[in-house]
């Protein structure tokens, strides 16, 4: 359930956001209306975020935003969000980057094996490139992906030190 804060117009329409999710505004010719807009911008701004390998946001307290000054003469609602299918997309996109890191942390193994510095330099690059072009160290709030990294290379007894380049 996410926290909503609604503002009731002179002219019936209402207007609102989502404390705690930047960026996320809705409206509708009445409150009801306003409030099924909230539905659809959660879903729409959602799967934007996840798009850009953004995180998705916990749903807010309310008590953190009682004081705001955004948040006076209108009305708290909640809104039910399955957040369940984007953790699941998370999961899948994890998995994925995972067998990726695999693939380059072998290159990088190879590399080494070869004892030639601009393969092992574009094995690393290989590995960097598992990094950045993945959000999997965003959305994923307790795992770092350079620590994904570090375990593979660990797991497969690859040491790689700048001397070794």
Same mark, same amino acid.
């Given at each position: 359930m996410y926290p909503i804060y609604v503002h009731k117009d002179k002219d019936g329409s209402a207007s609102g956001f989502a404390p705690g999710v #930047? &960026? %996320?505004f809705?409206? &509708?010719e009445t409150i009801k209306k306003c409030i099924e807009d909230a539905k659809s911008a959660f879903a729409t701004? =959602?799967?934007? %975020? =996840? /798009? /850009?390998g953004r995180l998705i946001p916990k749903a807010a307290e309310v008590e953190e935003y009682l004081d705001d000054e955004n948040c006076q003469n209108g009305l708290w609602c909640l809104v039910e969000i399955d957040t369940l299918k984007y953790e699941s997309? +998370?999961?899948? #996109?994890?998995n994925q *980057? %995972? *067998?990726? +890191?695999?693939?380059?942390? /072998?290159y990088l193994r190879e590399a080494l094996d070869s004892g030639d510095p601009r393969v092992i330099l574009m094995a690393l690059e290989n590995i960097a490139k598992a990094h950045s072009s993945s959000a999997v160290a965003e959305m994923l709030e307790d795992i770092e992906l350079a620590e994904i990294?570090?375990?593979r290379i660990h797991q497969n007894e690859i040491e790689v030190s700048l001397e070794n380049l």
């Open positions: #930047t &960026g %996320l809705f409206a &509708g701004h =959602f799967n934007c %975020l =996840f /798009e /850009e997309k +998370i999961r899948k #996109t994890h *980057q %995972l *067998q990726y +890191i695999d693939v380059a942390v /072998e990294v570090k375990a």
